[in-house]
């Protein structure tokens, strides 16, 4: 599984296009084939700071999701809804465990 992990900063006046653009390619990413999830998090602790989770079953579908029109269109929108540069981080993930599995019970 590939994990990627993007922290994105914007201000109270691009907040609400952020937020569109956000939900937008999010919802179009969960239909493609290989998308586990994909969501975005607003941070609680930090004004006009959220996170993008994405999980993809592998690399092959990470890439075609690269391909895709949403994306070319969330990868134009996105620098006028953000103040800073993103910090975007992909994971590979071998193996995972529910909290069950962890705690014994």
């Given at each position: 599984m590939i994990v990627v992990v993007g922290r994105v900063k914007t201000d109270a006046d691009r907040r609400d296009a952020l937020i569109?653009?956000?939900?937008?390619?999010?919802?179009a990413s969960r239909a493609?084939?290989?998308?586990?999830?994909?969501?975005?998090?607003?941070?609680?602790?930090?004004?006009?700071?959220?996170?993008?989770v994405e999980e993809w079953e592998d690399?092959?579908?990470?890439?075609?999701?690269?391909?895709?029109?949403?994306?070319?269109?969330?990868?134009?929108?996105?620098?006028?809804?953000?103040?800073?540069?993103?910090?975007v981080k992909f994971h590979t993930i071998a193996s995972s465990m529910d909290l069950a599995e962890v705690s014994g019970g």
């Open positions: 569109r653009v956000g939900q937008d390619v999010a919802s493609e084939h290989g998308c586990l999830s994909y969501r975005l998090y607003e941070d609680t602790e930090t004004d006009n700071e959220f996170v993008f690399m092959q579908a990470l890439e075609r999701h690269f391909t895709t029109p949403h994306i070319r269109e969330f990868m134009l929108a996105i620098p006028a809804t953000i103040v800073a540069p993103p910090d």
